[in-house]
């Protein structure tokens, strides 16, 4: 009798052990999925704004010197083909900024995202020289201060 209670008791202690172990090693496997999938979104949202900056960049400085090209004599390039090029470009940001809106979880850093790719576009919409340039100070302005509010969600 007292050796099928010892027997009973080793395999409840094994049992036991095995279910702790078993829980042990869920809990682990679990915690290594939720970082690995943690990991994941903060190098696609880090892709993802860099990729954003990027493109707005481009997209101003083609504005920027699509501007010279129409209001500069004698224009350094023709201004359709860099026109052509500059909405290549801002198809290129808006592609980039739906990428943003979709991976960050701030809404106030999606819209300042959206409003920082409308003042690059108005960059072109001004005729003086001295509002050209203060919106090329913002503009720049503008798109450092996306990133570093950027990386707060990284």
Known sequence: ????????????????GSGLTLAYQQRATD??????????????????????????????????????????????????????????????AQEALFRVQM???????SRTAEAVLADVTAVLKTDSRPEFDARRVRTRDAIALLISTAKQHL
Request: aromatic share 8%; hydrophobic share 40%.
């Open 31 to 92: 915690r290594t999925h939720a970082f690995t999938r943690r990991e994941k979104l903060r190098q696609e949202r880090l892709d993802a704004y860099s990729v954003f900056a990027g493109a707005l960049l481009n997209y101003r400085r083609s504005l920027v010197h699509l501007w010279f090209c129409e209001h500069e004599q004698p224009p350094p390039e023709d201004p359709d083909t860099v026109r052509v090029r500059a909405y290549d470009l801002r198809s290129a």
């Open 1 to 16: 009798m007292e050796t099928i209670i010892a027997s009973g008791i080793a395999v409840l202690g094994t049992l036991l």
């Open 103 to 109: 991976l960050t979880p701030d809404d106030e850093l």
